[in-house]
Nanobody, 124 residues
Framework: QVQLVESGGGLVQPGGSLRLSCAVS????????IGWFRQAPGKEREGVAC?????GNPDPAKGRFTVSRDIAQNTVYLRMSRLKPEDTAVYYC????????????????????WGQGTQVTVSS
């Protein structure tokens, strides 16, 4: 049974950092791509970062959001820095079978399995 559980959300001040975790079970990260998404009130869900099954990332070290993974811990992380109030949203991780693919997608429709989300609030 595929499961994804996000954690690490909370209240952070503007300019601060936060690391979200996505603990997965029922599959191996070596065969699945993981995407991170967010949804603010009244807005559509959007992709913020992803990591492929081959640990490729479309935009490595670009922007304020960085994805990494720990195969042994079955966990994917989203490191967020220089946070802004507009980053306030529910953050989700999602998975799709993508064995051998060097790149990953940030499109919501490409992912099949989703976690329940974790709230991130950026406010002073």
């Amino acid at each position: 049974q595929v499961q994804l559980v996000e954690s690490g959300g909370g209240l952070v001040q503007p300019g601060g950092s936060l690391r979200l975790s996505c603990a997965v079970s029922g599959f191996s990260l070596e065969y699945y791509a993981i995407g991170w998404f967010r949804q603010a009130p009244g807005k559509e869900r959007e992709g913020v970062a992803c990591i492929s099954s081959r640990e490729g990332n479309p935009d490595p070290a670009k922007g304020r959001f960085t994805v990494s993974r720990d195969i042994a811990q079955n966990t994917v992380y989203l490191r967020m820095s220089r946070l802004k109030p507009e980053d306030t949203a529910v953050y989700y991780c999602a998975a799709v079978f993508a064995f051998g693919q060097p790149l990953c997608s940030s499109a919501v429709s490409d992912y099949h399995y989703w976690g329940q989300g974790t709230q991130v609030t950026v406010s002073s």
